[in-house]
């Protein structure tokens, strides 16, 4: 039985479950955790079932965000139109540029 666990758990971990660092509660062992499946690798028991706490967003909201970075490129603009050399205008370019690719991708999640 315990060659079976190993291979159900090493599956687990390749399947993207995690170790945990709290020990099997019956036989003090290894256990491994996928979707709140709490699996013990030496005595097989599920003693509980988990709820994975899902990451807060930030409390910055999309639209927010969104106006921020409108108010950069805004300001880098107007940095754009008075300066003379090129370098710090090609900079100033990828900055935007940045900005510009970054509001797309949250508009597209």
Do not use: F, W
């Not at 062992?29 to 709490?38: I, T």
């Not at 490129?73 to 690719?101: T, W």
Request: proline share 5%; hydrophobic share 30%; aromatic share 0%.
């Amino acid at each position: 039985m315990g060659e079976d666990l190993t291979k159900k758990a090493a599956e687990m971990l390749l399947n993207g479950a995690t170790l945990l660092s709290e020990p099997c509660p019956y036989c003090k062992g290894v256990r491994v955790m996928k979707e709140g499946r709490a699996l013990c690798i030496s005595c097989g028991q599920e003693p509980e079932r988990k709820e994975i706490p899902k990451e807060e967003t930030p409390h910055l909201t999309k639209s927010t965000l969104e106006k921020t970075l409108e108010q950069k490129i805004e300001s880098l603009s107007k940095e754009l139109e008075q300066e003379k050399e090129h370098e710090k205008q090609q900079s100033i370019l990828k900055s935007i540029n940045s900005l510009l690719e970054t509001i797309d991708k949250i508009k597209n999640n």
